[in-house]
């Protein structure tokens, strides 16, 4: 919920239901994969506004993800999500996490 709105404090219980009764259909045409949402709840403006958030938050990422390691890309997400209490500057690495691992030798 903090992607869908980060400035504010929602509850799980009364806001997780907002995004979750959609009714999603995936379409695959020229290459692309669409995800169409419909929404059949009271207040269905704001879940579109919600998921228009998100999904532009993603379509940004997407853009970029291919130059961004896994943890880039997580550190990105947290950043976001966590907008309000880290004022626009992303997590730096920390030093409980164990380093990533390094790819297979074929």
Do not use: N
Request: proline content about 8%; some cysteine; charged content about 30%.
């Amino acid at each position: 919920m903090r992607l869908a709105d980060p400035d504010r404090h929602r509850e799980a219980i009364t806001s997780r239901p907002l995004l979750l009764r959609g009714v999603a259909r995936q379409t695959h045409h020229a290459g692309q994969t669409r995800l169409t949402v419909t929404s059949h709840h009271a207040r269905r403006e704001a879940v579109a506004a919600a998921l228009r958030r998100i999904a532009g938050f993603f379509r940004d990422l997407a853009r970029s993800a291919e130059q961004l390691s896994a943890e880039d890309r997580w550190r990105r997400i947290l950043a976001e999500a966590l907008k309000k209490y880290l004022h626009g500057r992303e997590p730096g690495r920390q030093p409980w996490l164990p380093p990533p691992r390094a790819a297979p030798a074929c």
